[in-house]
């Protein structure tokens, strides 16, 4: 058999990686047009930093894994084509800032249709609106001459930091097709490709719309929870609760379980807030007000949160930081990945920007270059620094904030930062990743998320 991959970002390298590794008799060829990303993945500095990922890249690399930037020869060969391409919220026309973007899968869908011939299946794994298999099912049957085309849904369920470990153990693979003979053919050959090392029983088989919904749904149930206990953190602050003897409380209960019950700044990356605006369109688009606003309200809250953050470091530097110093710590939306989307510290570092501060941003993944553009876009502004270190970030500072619960951060020598701070010094915990009893007995005024601040030495 051989595999194509037209997309090789986030989902389409690391899932691609796998399979080639766990799958030998297969060659799996993972294609972009970007050249400048297909050289990365065939360098020894790959594009997407995941915590085991080179490995796996290295086992099966020249052997039956290939990167490629010729799509059209990709798909010309594959029996198999995975869809992974980007399907960003929508910034114009109808369902601006809440639709998905379709315009990606639209467009490899005709190259697919110009380009294919024969029997191929097609497996979506982005992650698109409910009934998106259908759109693409008319458009290869509308414009292909001879091509034959079975369209599979087979959501990603990857967690950035973890995803090697997800797709070596994975929860479950969903896979959806249709109700006909041909579509269970097709998810029978995909069943089979997984199945060499995942578990029989943790792939389960559903309709196509069951499958692409349930991506959604699960995305929107977890950030969910964040906003959920994120609006309890202000409460705890708000009585002298503890957020974290909450969440461990609540947690005991089997009803609930302890995951995603961790309080912060709020949540980031490419899926959550994606994920609900879309689910939040769809309900719109089905007349289901009631319903689209509930969803809708979990993104506000978590925009909530990261203003809240913000305005409280202003408040406790005396409601001002105009001239004053921001060490950030970490900008990557979590630890262990360089990514970027949607991370709270962009709120975070613009809205410190605008007050009149310096903010100076240090994370061990994430270049310099992203850090500006994610925060300024094409403007400049000389109070935004990037520097190399954290104790770099922390010299003749005012404050620190920790965005990201990086490790390395856990062990800094807060008492070298503390000479080189004004006094004052304050610590923002985001992430509640620090010993803020210790922080506190060294001399600093420490916040976090949703704790009892305990008064400086």
């Known amino acids: 058999m051989k595999i194509c991959c037209l997309g090789a970002g986030y989902v389409g390298g690391p899932t691609m990686a796998m399979i080639a590794a766990k799958c030998p008799q297969i060659e799996v060829l993972v294609v972009d047009p970007n050249a400048k990303r297909i050289a990365a993945w065939n360098s020894e500095e790959l594009p997407v930093y995941e915590p085991g990922l080179f490995e796996v890249v290295k086992t099966a690399r020249g052997r039956n894994l290939f990167f490629s930037t010729d799509v059209e020869a990709a798909i010309k060969a594959a029996d198999m084509i995975f869809v992974c391409v980007g399907t960003p919220t929508k910034t114009y026309g109808v369902g601006a800032g809440q639709a998905a973007d379709l315009k990606y899968v639209e467009l490899t869908a005709r190259t697919i249709a110009r380009v294919a011939e024969g029997h191929k299946i097609i497996v979506e794994k982005s992650t698109v609106p409910v009934r998106t298999a259908h759109a693409i099912q008319t458009i290869l049957r509308a414009n292909s001459r001879n091509g034959q085309f079975q369209v599979l849904s087979n959501p990603e369920f990857l967690a950035e930091g973890t995803a090697i470990a997800d797709l070596q153990s994975p929860d479950r693979i969903l896979i959806g097709g249709e109700p006909t003979p041909e579509g269970q053919q097709a998810a029978a050959a995909l069943v089979d490709i997984y199945a060499n090392w995942v578990p029989r029983d943790r792939i389960l088989t559903t309709n196509l719309w069951s499958s692409e919904l349930s991506k959604l749904v699960a995305n929107a149930f977890l950030a969910q929870r964040i906003s959920s206990i994120n609006s309890i953190s202000a409460l705890c602050e708000a009585t002298g609760a503890d957020v974290d003897e909450v969440a461990h409380a609540i947690g005991r209960d089997s009803r609930i379980g302890p995951k ?65 110093q921001i060490a950030v710590l970490g900008f990557a939306f979590k630890k262990d990945t360089n990514d970027t989307r949607e991370t709270a510290a962009i709120s975070v570092c613009r809205d410190l920007l605008e007050e009149g501060a310096t903010v100076v941003v240090y994370d061990p993944r994430v270049p310099a270059e992203q850090i500006r553009q994610d925060v300024l876009g094409d403007k400049t502004n000389p109070n935004l620094k990037i520097v190399n270190s954290a104790l770099a970030a922390c010299d003749n500072t005012h404050a620190i904030a920790v965005l990201t619960e990086w490790d390395e951060f856990k062990n800094i020598d807060f008492a070298a930062a503390l000479e080189g701070m004004h006094k004052p010094a304050f610590i923002f915990d985001g992430r509640n990743v620090l010993p803020h009893k210790k922080l506190s007995d060294l001399g600093y005024r420490v916040y976090a998320v949703g704790k009892p601040v305990p008064p400086a030495a």
């Open 260 to 324: 995603f019950l961790k309080a912060s700044v709020g949540f980031g990356g490419s899926c959550f807030q994606k994920d609900i605006l879309n689910l939040t369109y769809l309900c719109k688009y089905f007349n289901l007000p009631e319903v689209a606003a509930y969803w809708e309200s979990v993104v506000r809250m978590n925009d909530w949160q990261k203003s809240r953050f913000a305005k409280y470091i202003v408040n406790q530097l005396f409601n001002t930081v105009t001239g004053k």
